[in-house]
């Protein structure tokens, strides 16, 4: 199992509503977790099942303290709580000021989840930068997806994003545009200019801005939501993203290298 971490570089191009359906989708066993200092969103838009509230006392905060006598599956999963549909999440801080009760817990946090035996871990780090406190999560995922639109000024912040994160975070990288469906030229947009920089981005992805879809991740959704652009784009990313985390680690692949150096050639 392995950790992937969702950002964005700047505002709020629909981070958490990507994880959410992410999470909604993904072929195994997944814990959601929020990880954005900014403050908790799925315990304001999301219910318990049968529609009781999230207990918003039950999730990082109260990891930070039981976490100090060590982290693992267990302790984990005891301080996560499951969203009406069965996702397992772990809720983050109610407030900004809560996150100073985390002290050092981000990075062996990080550790944990990528290093899970349980369930994959998808976390929802919101606004990422190179002080950013949730950074150590970031640093210990397999895979670091930053999530932007289409505008001239969200491709911007995430150029600097990426020139500045690449020099702190050995992972796959990955970006994924929310745009509306038939904007193509302006996902193109997007594209060529990440085909100009000197980062090395390993999957790209189109998620459907659809704010029917989204309805159901913000507790206002009617219909049928598996007949939305959202998850008709969101079924095929979720389903790339799993396989990604289930391949080797560029360390475990170099490893592998280095201990059989001739191994590949002689399979040619």
């Given amino acids: 199992m392995a950790l992937v971490a969702m950002a964005s570089a700047k505002g709020s191009p629909g981070v958490t509503t990507a994880a959410l359906v ?69 809720l983050g801080v109610r407030s900004p000021e809560q996150v100073g009760g985390m002290g050092g817990l981000w990075a062996p946090l990080g550790i944990t989840f990528n290093q899970m035996q349980s369930a994959d871990v998808i976390a929802d780090c919101g606004r990422i930068g190179a002080s950013s406190p949730q950074l150590p999560v970031v640093q210990a995922a397999r895979l ?24 702190h975070v050995d992972a796959r990288l990955a970006v994924m545009v929310v745009a509306d469906p038939k904007q193509r030229d302006g996902v193109k947009q997007v594209w060529s200019v990440l085909d100009q920089m000197s980062v090395r981005i390993e999957h790209r992805w189109h998620l459907a801005y659809d704010p029917v879809g989204a309805a159901f991740f913000d507790g206002r959704g009617h219909g049928r939501l598996d007949r939305t652009a959202l998850i008709r784009t969101a079924s095929d990313i979720a389903a790339e993203m799993s396989s990604v985390l289930a391949m080797p680690s560029r360390h475990e692949f170099d490893m592998a290298q280095a201990a059989f150096p001739n191994e590949r050639e002689g399979r040619r």
């Fill in 144 to 167: 670091v997806v930053l999530v932007c639109t289409a505008t001239g000024s969200s491709v911007a912040h995430l150029r600097e994003r990426l020139a500045t994160l690449v020099h």
């Fill in 22 to 90: 992410m999470g909604a989708l993904w072929p195994r066993q997944v814990l959601l977790t929020e990880c954005d200092p900014a403050g908790s969103d799925v315990a304001i838009r999301m219910t318990a099942p049968g529609g009781q509230p999230l207990n918003s006392d039950r999730g990082l905060v109260s990891l930070a303290a039981a976490g100090r006598k060590g982290l693992g599956d267990e302790v984990i999963m005891a301080h996560s709580q499951q969203l009406d549909g069965g996702l397992d999440v772990m």
